[in-house]
């Protein structure tokens, strides 16, 4: 059991950073990614740089659907399980059943494989999206859910199907509601990427709707350090809101930004995108006072941090 841990989805933005944390603190990480093109596989290879050559870090570069995870997970003290098809907007029409297969297949056979390892802590990276449209805020864990994306209906299949198998078959599942995760190595399809490459490199900002609509805004590695959390957690709630409590409009996002970056940029409004909900702000006190959870980065420096990756980034290309 001791320090050996399983990263699913450990190339991608949040995967990637929780694996460089979990190097850095001595465990040994077993990382599977299948390096899908909805980004670039380049990215995501470069994501895992600085630590594909460590020694307790491996990576298999396999579908989970396709590959045996059982020995893998056998005495493993922790699964993260960040794999998934991200992404509220792309979730219509037939890019469906990947979110499908992605979100909801491999999560399934995630907890059939960790079947008869009851003391395999998994933690399911869940999201704000299973919420959906409500006046209830801020959100907290047992309020009504009623996603308004598909995206945000496969997150909640799995978190279901994580209580199914907690409750029938003894696994030690928890799941974080992460909401609007951001930082260095965001997706590139994320509201901060695009608007930090439109703004350096002189392009144009589009907003969808009028920019009123909120985010409570959650930096990477606060992200990371609930996870790491909630490896050790063994106390009785099972989900927990993951939130930055930094909430404000897309429209605060672009003031901080005119004021962090030199250039000019263009900004465009633009029909508001179907799946997208109006508002999101985490009731984060069951996180705080069962975790310990208390993130660390405000918004201000949290963009900072990301304009600066950006920065570097666009310049080794
Ligand atoms: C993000 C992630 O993409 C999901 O994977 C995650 O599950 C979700 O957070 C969550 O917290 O549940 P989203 O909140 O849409 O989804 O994140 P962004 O892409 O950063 O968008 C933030 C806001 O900016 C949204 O209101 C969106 O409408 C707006 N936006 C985004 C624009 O106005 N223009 C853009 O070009 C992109």
Redo the contacts with the bound molecule.
């Keep these: 059991m001791d320090n050996k841990v399983f990263v699913t989805g450990a190339a991608g933005f949040i995967g990637s950073t929780l694996c460089k944390r979990l190097v850095d603190d001595g465990y040994r990480v077993t990382a599977i990614d299948s390096f899908t093109d909805y980004y670039s596989p380049e990215r995501k290879h470069g994501n895992l740089r600085d630590i594909i050559s460590h020694k307790n870090f491996e990576l298999i570069e396999e579908d989970i659907n396709d590959y045996d995870i059982g020995e893998i997970i056998n005495g493993s003290r922790c699964v993260f399980h960040l794999a998934?098809q991200?992404?509220?907007?792309m979730s219509w029409g037939k890019e469906f059943s990947v979110y499908v297969d992605s979100n909801i297949l491999t999560t399934q056979k995630i907890l059939e494989a960790l079947k008869g390892n009851e003391r395999t802590r998994l933690v399911y990276s869940?999201?704000?999206?299973?919420?959906g449209q409500t006046d209830k805020l801020p959100m907290r864990e047992d309020q009504r859910l009623k996603p308004v994306s598909p995206?945000?209906v496969t997150?909640l299949s799995g978190e279901h199907l994580c209580e199914l198998y907690r409750i029938n078959f003894g696994i030690n599942t928890l799941s974080l509601?992460?909401?609007?995760?951001?930082g260095p190595r965001?997706?590139p399809?994320?509201?901060?990427?695009?608007?930090i490459v439109a703004a350096l490199t002189g392009g144009e900002?589009?907003?969808?709707?009028d920019?009123k609509?909120?985010?409570?805004?959650?930096f990477v590695s606060d992200a990371v350090e609930a996870n790491m959390l909630a490896m050790e957690y063994d106390g009785e709630e099972t989900i927990f809101n993951i939130g930055g409590g930094s909430r404000v409009s897309?429209l605060d996002?672009l003031e901080i930004l005119k004021s962090r970056i030199d250039e000019d940029f263009d900004i465009r409004f633009?029909d508001?995108?179907k799946?997208?909900?109006?508002d999101?702000w985490a009731d984060t006190s069951s996180a705080r006072k069962e975790l310990g959870f208390s993130p660390r980065i405000g918004l201000e420096e949290g963009i900072e941090r990301e304009i600066g990756w950006y920065r570097n980034f666009l310049n080794s290309k």
């Design positions: 998934a991200a992404g509220v907007r869940s999201s704000s999206s299973v919420y995206y945000g997150k509601r992460y909401f609007t995760v951001y965001q997706r399809d994320m509201a901060f990427s695009r608007f900002i589009e907003i969808y709707g920019g609509q909120t985010r409570d805004f959650t897309v996002v633009i508001k995108a799946g997208d909900v109006l999101t």
